[in-house]
């Protein structure tokens, strides 16, 4: 045989050889990058699987303090009614929204038919408001006033 051709036989064999072992790490190594995608989405799902656990026991719900019911005033989404609050609260805001304008507790009161006379009376509302605000039910005004959200 040729030593010519036997040389460049042998000097491809070397090159497929080099090749082989450089294809086989590749494939070890998107083999092993593929697994950890794996392991990854596995634990993104169980988290976000907590996470929906959490926030779901975290909503507000009725309960009771010292045996007695506490109203628990939900947090407002944009799908949520008036209706999901206690009426009380319901007429707090048809008050707020029927006023001219913003609305100091007072005047709620007023509206209310609450004795806004004697200075102790409006705290329980101004209170109920507060708790509308902060739950995103109303607005409170820099200067004290409550008004609706826009």
């Not at 036989?9 to 070397?14: H, M, S």
């Not at 593929?34 to 719900?61: K, T």
């Not at 999901?84 to 609305?103: E, H, K």
Request: proline share 7%; net charge neutral; aromatic share 2%.
């Amino acid at each position: 045989m040729d030593p010519e051709l036997l040389e460049r036989i042998t000097a491809r064999r070397a090159e497929l050889d080099e090749l082989e072992e450089h294809l086989a790490k590749q494939l070890a190594e998107a083999r092993a990058e593929r697994d950890e995608l794996a392991v990854a989405e596995r634990v993104l799902e169980r988290m976000g699987e907590q996470l929906a656990d959490e926030r779901a026991s975290a909503a507000p719900a009725p309960g009771q303090m010292g045996g007695r019911a506490v109203m628990l005033i939900p947090h407002r989404t944009p799908d949520m009614e008036e209706t999901t609050l206690p009426r009380d609260y319901q007429r707090i805001l048809a008050a707020v929204r029927q006023a001219a304008g913003p609305v100091m507790a007072r005047q709620a009161g007023d509206a209310l038919g609450i004795d806004v006379s004697v200075r102790s009376k409006p705290e329980p509302l101004r209170g109920k408001l507060v708790r509308l605000v902060d739950r995103g039910w109303l607005r409170k005004l820099p200067d004290g006033r409550f008004t609706t959200r826009l």
